[in-house]
């Protein structure tokens, strides 16, 4: 079974900038989870999909956002980048009874410049 | 009471010893609590996880000890190698009624194995 992938592996932005992060998730998973992971804050939550609705959202600002669609492949936006958004953002192939298990991809090391 | 509390942040293990990861949480509603391993350049990979129903679980080298009434799990890893060498992370999740796992995690743990 093919893993988790995430592309683009790495990208370099402007501030102000928008960076849409694409995600397939593992077949037959039908949610995926996102996380940013930044030395200073650690690993944290942003969002949950299942079949293309969003299930959960973490405490992040309106300027990240995301989506899933039928094929159960997800997106997430950032708009307006800023420096502080630098970080490795990491997606998540949910398995399991209640989805507990993640499987994660290598995620997306994204530089705001 | 969402934190997962995780120690030390660095560790330092001969090859053959005994490396022990501590955590512990404030919420009683976690329900789940996994532990992942992660090397550089690379996404965290679920090494072993634990529901509060059992006190332990071991996988191979690896076992987790749990300690309900204080709250507390542990990360176990026998007879350590270099290729162990890594940051470790001990997370917890709830049942958000069906929308679960949003996962709370430590702060990482860096374990080097020496030879």
């Known amino acids: 079974k093919a893993g988790v992938t995430q592309t683009p592996r790495y990208l370099i932005k402007t501030r102000g900038q928008q960076v849409t992060l694409s995600c397939s998730p593992i077949?037959?998973?039908?949610?995926v989870s996102w996380y940013q992971q930044t030395p200073g804050q650690g690993l944290q939550f942003l969002f949950e999909?299942?079949?293309?609705?969003?299930?959960n959202k973490g405490n992040f600002p309106g300027r990240f956002s995301g989506r899933q669609f039928s094929n159960s492949r997800s997106e997430m936006n950032v708009s307006t980048l800023e420096l502080g958004d630098s970080a490795l953002y990491l997606c998540?192939?949910?398995?399991?009874?209640?989805?507990?298990?993640?499987?994660f991809g290598q995620g997306t090391r994204l530089t705001v410049v | 009471q969402q934190q997962v509390k995780q120690s030390p942040q660095s560790l330092i293990v001969q090859k053959g010893g005994i490396s022990i990861i501590n955590c512990a949480y404030e919420?009683?509603?976690?329900?789940?609590f996994p532990w992942y391993q992660q090397f550089p350049g690379k996404g965290p990979a679920l090494l072993i996880a634990?529901?509060?129903?059992?006190s332990e679980k071991k996988e191979g080298r690896f076992t987790i000890s749990f300690n309900k009434s204080a709250k507390q799990f542990s990360l176990h890893i026998m007879d350590s190698q270099p290729g162990d060498s890594a940051t470790y992370f001990c997370?917890?999740?709830?049942?958000?009624?069906?929308?679960?796992?949003?996962?709370?995690f430590g702060t990482g743990t860096l374990l080097a194995v020496q030879p």
């Open positions: 998540a192939s949910l398995a399991g009874t209640q989805n507990t298990e993640a499987f």
């Open positions: 997370a917890a999740s709830m049942n958000y009624g069906g929308a679960t796992n949003k996962l709370i």
């Open positions: 634990i529901r509060p129903d059992v």
């Open positions: 919420n009683t509603a976690f329900d789940y």
């Open positions: 077949s037959g998973h039908r949610s």
């Open positions: 999909y299942f079949s293309e609705t969003q299930r």
